[in-house]
């Protein structure tokens, strides 16, 4: 089994208060044609993570240390020119909130076929026929090609950031929440689209969610992240089915059950904060 | 006073598509064909149905974000199309909306804090302390803290921008919300903790929801009823208990069947 990618202590920091540590000394490793899901906290920092491997971390934050191994090239060292090549072709993403990575100005169409312009050379009928091919795989008539960003539904923005980033066939698929703009049904075709992907191209995916169904569904490893740290990390069914955190536990304990008998309960932090320090001394 | 709170009837609205090869022909598309829906006061109406198939168009037709082709809507009564730019803009403390997509919906130059109290403001909801603390309370009940009152809606995570529309709307203690997917992106206690906040606001003061979500095991919580949307058409609308039961329609059985892990799903005990 080969790796892939391998995270190494990373931290990461607003530049103007580089010791309040967003991300903390993470380490994980994923390998070649598997699938790891990142779970855990709303503002633990998974976005920071992956926005850290893509190398399009704003200005106003900091990579303070660590190492970013993707087949066997420390990517922290790289310059823009030399990330931008690897961006997009070997590595790509689909982001958390559609309207920020979309332009509004140019058609959807337009933006499936940068990148294949960009890394494959690719134009004329050829492109035509990719896009068009690109859209129907993730549930779009072809004819929208000529549609703006604001002229579509959230969940059909949500796809043609999919179909972009599929678009070079990438080796390395990093997905920030990909499917909760999507119905059920859309989300299985989507699901399978990718699982699909990983079977033919030996694609790795490092998927960020927070609908514990599609970790059971997609995942090989879960990483589970509480206030910028990994808490605790494993095998799917070691994850899911004997947490060892008290986060992970508390965690589990609120996913909501498909028949909406259990009653809501967040977590108790008075408690787990109980825990944390008894594992702490 | 009708025991509806806010209902519509027979709305249509057509968008406007380039087609064709070259994007130079144009097309119709309806994207609500004839919808009537009626909210009770004090209850919570789902709003369900697969993407592209009308949801986020009939939030934005019935709070007048956008114009219908035809249909009324009338909010306690009164129809709204009547109602003049101002006394349009005074209804609006009441009829408040929880954005799909909340980056684009918070003005990247004004601070949290300016951004949650601007209604207070321009409703004139008591005095500058009096609006500060209903700030800082409805920030806390949606765990975010005093703090994050000076920081810039970039410097949050998704799940916390989502988390900010919706005491945005909320402070305002408005009659009805419009909530567009409002916990999509959330983690799951997160999410339990948000939709316990929803329900003590309904129980403290009658609030109604209109509720949008493609995730059914959030609807079954947070509804008494459901309507059930496919390409632009109420397809099938009951009370959610029946029509989990007993889905009359293919399209409801596939997304009931569909939800993710529902053999393998986690079952920590
Ligand atoms: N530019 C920034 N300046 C300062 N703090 C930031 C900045 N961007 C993000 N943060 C903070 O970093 C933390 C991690 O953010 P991140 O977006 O990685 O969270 P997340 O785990 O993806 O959460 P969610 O599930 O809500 O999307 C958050 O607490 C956020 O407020
Ligand atoms: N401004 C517009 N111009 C043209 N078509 C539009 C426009 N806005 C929306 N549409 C189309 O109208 C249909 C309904 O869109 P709407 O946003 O209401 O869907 P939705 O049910 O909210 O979907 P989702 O669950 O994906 O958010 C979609 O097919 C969409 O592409
Ligand atoms: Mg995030
Ligand atoms: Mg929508």
């Known amino acids: ?281 | 006073m009708s025991a509806y709170i806010l209902s519509a009837q027979h709305l249509n609205k057509s968008y406007i598509q380039r087609s064709g090869r070259f994007g130079f022909t144009t097309k119709q598309v309806k994207a609500l064909d004839d919808v009537s829906i009626q909210l009770r006061a004090g209850a919570t109406l789902a709003v369900v149905g697969e993407s592209g198939s009308g949801k986020s168009t009939l939030a934005r037709c019935l709070l007048q974000l956008q114009p219908l082709n035809s249909g009324a809507v009338q909010f306690q009564g009164r129809d709204l199309a009547v109602l003049s730019a101002a006394e349009l803009r005074q209804q609006r403390r009441h009829l408040q909306m929880i954005f799909q997509d909340p980056f684009a919906s918070l003005n990247p130059r004004m601070k949290i804090g300016a951004i949650v109290g601007e209604g207070l403001l321009i409703h004139k909801l008591g005095n500058a302390l009096e609006q500060r603390q209903k700030v800082v309370q409805m920030l806390k009940r949606v765990c975010l803290s005093e703090a994050d009152m000076e920081k810039y809606p970039h410097e949050f995570s998704g799940g916390q921008r989502q988390r900010i529309g919706i005491a945005r709307a909320l402070v305002l203690e408005p009659k009805v919300v419009v909530c567009d997917e409002p916990v999509s992106a959330l983690d799951v206690s997160i999410q339990a903790q948000i939709l316990l906040l929803l329900k003590e606001l309904q129980q403290e003061m009658a609030l109604s929801y209109l509720f949008i979500s493609h995730d059914l095991r959030v609807v079954r919580h947070i509804a008494d009823e459901v309507v059930v949307m496919h390409q632009g058409k109420v397809v099938e609308q009951g009370l959610v208990a029946d029509i989990y039961a007993n889905p009359t329609q293919a399209y409801t059985r596939n997304l009931i069947n569909a939800i993710p892990g529902r053999q393998r799903a986690a079952n920590p005990s």
């Open chain 1, 1 to 281: 089994m080969s790796e892939l990618l391998r995270i190494e202590s990373l931290s990461i920091a607003p530049a103007a208060a580089p010791e309040r540590l967003l991300v903390n000394q993470i380490s994980f490793a994923l390998e070649t044609g598997k699938t790891t899901c990142i779970v855990g906290e709303s503002g633990s920092g998974k976005s920071l993570t992956a926005l850290a491997v893509m190398g399009l971390l704003s200005g106003q934050l900091q990579l303070v240390q660590g190492k970013i191994n993707f087949q066997r090239q420390n990517l922290t060292g790289l310059n823009n020119q030399q990330m931008r090549e690897i961006r997009g072709k070997r590595i790509a993403m689909i982001f958390q909130e559609p309207m920020t990575s979309l332009n509004p100005v140019l058609s959807i169409g337009y933006q499936i076929g940068e990148p294949l312009t960009v890394h494959l050379g690719l134009k004329g009928q050829a492109l035509k026929t990719r896009i068009a091919n690109l859209l129907e795989q993730v549930g779009i008539p072809a004819e929208r090609a000529n549609s703006y960003p604001d002229e579509l539904s959230g969940g059909q923005r949500q796809r043609v950031m999919i179909a972009m980033s599929i678009a070079c066939e990438p080796v390395l698929l990093i997905a920030d929440e990909p499917t909760t703009a999507l119905d059920v049904t859309v989300q299985a075709q989507i699901l399978k689209l990718l699982d699909e992907l990983k079977t033919r191209l030996n694609m790795s995916m490092l998927f960020i969610t927070h609908d514990f169904g599609v970790v059971a569904d997609i995942a090989d490893n879960v990483v589970v992240m509480f206030r910028g740290e990994i808490v605790e990390s494993g095998s799917v069914d070691q994850v899911l089915n004997h947490p060892q955190h008290p986060y992970t536990q508390a965690l589990l304990a609120c996913v909501p059950d498909a028949e909406g008998k259990k009653p809501l309960k967040p977590i108790d932090y008075a408690w787990l904060n109980a825990e944390q320090n008894g594992l702490a001394a």
